[in-house]
């Protein structure tokens, strides 16, 4: 049994869930310059701490179901009685979840004082649990309907954008940018109601939510160990060290998750593919993702170099001179990039789609104790760039770990040649972008011309010295992508 290649064009899902991952973390990024100088560091902090107590809370109402649902609906989409009952049957886990974290998250914030010193901003960002209950973006993700998504998110980010130019102009503003900021983050769910009618059925009928537990559980285990792990340098640099501290740490963590998030999201869309493939056709399972680790290994090294390289301009130019201190944690935090996007798929996506998440578990949870005895160490002595380097440190313990244990699944016979040659590649790419930032003024220029500039030498080195993943694989398939498209078109 074949995947239904035809109808949903991998190329074209990853084009649009980037363009979708990207505006979720886009959208605060470009109006970050500017709430940096009308809140200030400290509002920032503010802002950031009050949205990372909050996530606990949405990590808790969400737990496993996106991924989880992800495999199980991909797997039956075919046959539409299937995938409406066990879409009914999410839903239903969703909404008990989402109502006990409601009801914990009320009850923390009226009891604890640390909680209850923000109440106002609590409560406005604390819809985002409350709209959880209409979250079914998992869905469109299983059914690989990404066009939707992108051109969805996309109209409720533009709105949003323009909501926070208009009404955010002085530091008294703050609680209108939560508003706004917790809108954009999930407003896009009253659509996806509103077209979810046409696409599947609800029913309340001979439902067996039990039958999903025991994944869900094991699921839970996980996404609870990697997301209190992601979560958790920021709240221990808000507890000691203050908000400030906070500004700098999550304005550089939010540049490397956009990266991350960019590079993820052209393989990301191929979890309801690999699904698929684990299930009838292995061969194919493994073709795809040993080129999608290779293509991981292509892009993530030289994005690392690349912004270790525009650090400094960058920073400068975007928030200005009050946030130097975000500088050396970008540099550190950009290290994570390689690491996350190459985890993301030979570790997350591997283990989930043979069924092996629950082996993920255990160096999570080995990642989350190492991160907090670092952080407690070097928070209190380097503030921000202590997190950065916790962070950094207990990345690497953790892709180690991960790629022992998914050896045992796949086995991705990385070439060595071509890896040599991204790294040294990247290398004189870096070399060459630094040295034109530092000849060409005034700044931005100089960082254009140098970015401009680096990727013209790193694909120059690449094609001359051959490597074989750029010009055996990745061409190859790009060029079947274009004859696919062009006999589409005919057809």
Request: proline fraction near 3%.
């Amino acid at each position: 049994m074949q995947a239904d290649t035809s109808k949903n064009n991998l190329a074209k899902n990853a084009a649009y869930n980037v363009i979708y991952k990207l505006l979720n973390i886009l959208f605060p990024l470009i109006t970050a310059g500017y709430i940096a100088r009308v809140l200030s560091p400290l509002g920032v902090g503010r802002s950031f701490v009050v949205q990372n107590n909050v996530s606990y809370f949405v990590i808790f109402a969400v737990l496993g179901i996106p991924a989880y649902a992800i495999r199980e609906i991909a797997k039956v989409r075919e046959d539409a009685c299937a995938t409406s009952k066990i879409f009914s049957e999410m839903i239903v886990l969703n909404a008990i979840l989402t109502t006990v974290s409601l009801f914990v998250f009320t009850v923390c914030i009226l009891s604890i004082d640390y909680f209850h010193r923000e109440l106002t901003l609590h409560l406005i960002y604390g819809i985002t649990i409350l709209i959880n209950y209409i979250n079914i973006d998992w869905y469109y993700q299983a059914v690989e309907d990404y066009r939707f998504i992108a051109i969805r998110s996309t109209a409720v980010k533009f709105v949003s954008l323009i909501a926070v130019f208009v009404f955010v102009h002085k530091p008294d503003d703050l609680y209108l940018y939560a508003l706004i900021y917790s809108l954009a983050n999930c407003g896009h769910y009253f659509i996806n109601v509103l077209r979810i009618r046409k696409c599947v059925s609800f029913t309340l009928k001979e439902l067996t939510l039990f039958r999903h537990l025991k994944s869900l559980i094991f699921l839970t285990l996980y996404v609870i160990s990697i997301e209190v792990y992601a979560k958790m340098d920021i709240t221990m640099v808000g507890i000691l060290d203050g908000e400030i501290e906070v500004a700098f740490y999550t304005y550089a963590q939010k540049v490397i998750n956009l990266i991350i998030t960019f590079v993820i999201a052209i393989t990301a869309v191929f979890m309801p593919r690999l699904s698929f493939y684990y299930a009838y056709d292995r061969k194919e399972f493994y073709k795809l993702t040993k080129f999608g680790v290779d293509l991981m290994v292509f892009m993530s090294i030289p994005i690392c170099f690349g912004i270790v390289s525009i650090a400094d301009p960058l920073v400068r130019i975007w928030l200005g001179t009050d946030f130097e201190r975000t500088i050396p944690c970008m540099i550190v935090l950009a290290f994570l990039i390689p690491l996350k996007c190459i985890g993301d798929l030979a570790g997350f996506q591997v283990m989930m789609c043979s069924g092996e998440e629950l082996k993920l578990v255990i160096p999570h949870f080995i990642a989350l104790f190492i991160n907090f005895i670092l952080n407690f160490y070097m928070i209190p002595r380097w503030g921000a760039l202590g997190a950065s380097i916790a962070s950094l440190i207990t990345e690497i313990c953790i892709i180690v770990l991960i790629l022992i244990l998914t050896l045992k699944v796949h086995h991705y016979g990385l070439n060595v040649k071509s890896l040599i040659t991204v790294i040294a590649s990247s290398l004189l790419m870096s070399v060459a972008v630094v040295f034109i930032v530092r000849m060409i003024k005034p700044v931005l220029p100089g960082m254009i011309l140098g970015m401009i500039a680096g990727i013209v030498v790193f694909i120059g080195i690449n094609v001359l010295f051959h490597n074989t993943f750029l010009v055996n694989d990745l061409l190859k398939r790009i060029r079947k992508l274009m004859k696919d498209e062009d006999a589409e078109e005919k057809a």
